[in-house]
T-cell receptor, first 114, second 112 residues
Framework: EDQVTQSPEALRLQEGESSSLNCSYT??????LFWYRQDPGKGPEFLFT???AGEEKEKERLKATLTKKESFLHITAPKPEDSATYLC???????????????FGGGTRVLVKP | EAQVTQNPRYLITVTGKKLTVTCSQNMNHEYMSWYRQDPGLGLRQIYYSMNVEVTDKGDVPEGYKVSRKEKRNFPLILESPSPNQTSLYFC???????????FGSGTRLTVV
């Protein structure tokens, strides 16, 4: 069974204080690892997909990295508008083509104070 | 604007009264999926569809039905809702399996 664990559950940062979020996963063959941002009362917003160990992707102050067991989302010099819940999800390689399921972690709530 | 549209946004209903949550996407995506989000349990897949007339169960399908008669629409049906189906529901669509899903804004359902 695929599993995703995110840590910490919550993170309070001062504006400009860089930090990292962790996503540990177990999956029977990784097809892709996804990062999403979710604001209160809204649907998750797609950020990145990572496919293989060593891969990195960046978007503004966010940078996602991937190893064989975990992924990190680095937030560099965060601003208050970066406050949100960040979700990690994995998609497994499946024999059945219809298996497009994402298995999500519990998320990390990030609060950036000015 | 490319989007996934769910209706209604909020719904309060009584136990046993059949309801349908609609979902429509305007991106010509093949894949569509329903998730529920509960505190402490995260997002869990209910049903998914890879194309018209092709649907399959996710992790928590009990008490739900879906249909995919048109590519753009993927309604979620609760034939006899129960209080344990009180949750925040999201519809999502994707072009192919390897691409990120685009999520709707959510439907907050309360069953009393």
């Amino acid at each position: 069974e695929d599993q995703v664990t995110q840590s910490p559950e919550a993170l309070r940062l001062q504006e400009g204080e860089s930090s990292s979020l962790n996503c540990s996963y177990t999956v029977s063959g990784l097809r892709g690892l996804f990062w999403y941002r979710q604001d209160p009362g809204k649907g998750p917003e797609f950020l990145f997909t990572l496919y293989s160990a060593g891969e990195e992707k960046e978007k503004e102050r966010l940078k996602a990295t991937l190893t064989k067991k975990e992924s990190f989302l680095h937030i560099t010099a965060p601003k208050p508008e970066d406050s949100a819940t960040y979700l990690c999800a994995v998609q497994a390689k499946m024999i059945k083509a219809a298996g497009n399921k994402l298995t999500f972690g519990g998320g990390t709530r990030v609060l950036v104070k000015p | 604007e490319a989007q996934v549209t769910q209706n209604p946004r909020y719904l309060i209903t009584v136990t046993g009264k059949k309801l349908t949550v609609t979902c429509s996407q305007n991106m010509n995506h093949e894949y569509m999926s329903w998730y529920r989000q509960d505190p402490g349990l995260g997002l869990r897949q209910i049903y998914y569809s890879m194309n018209v007339e092709v649907t399959d169960k996710g992790d928590v399908p009990e008490g739900y039905k879906v249909s995919r008669k048109e590519k753009r629409n993927f309604p979620l049906i609760l034939e006899s809702p129960s209080p344990n189906q009180t949750s925040l529901y999201f519809c999502a669509s994707s072009l192919f399996g390897d691409y990120g899903y685009t999520f709707g804004s959510g439907t907050r359902l309360t069953v009393v």
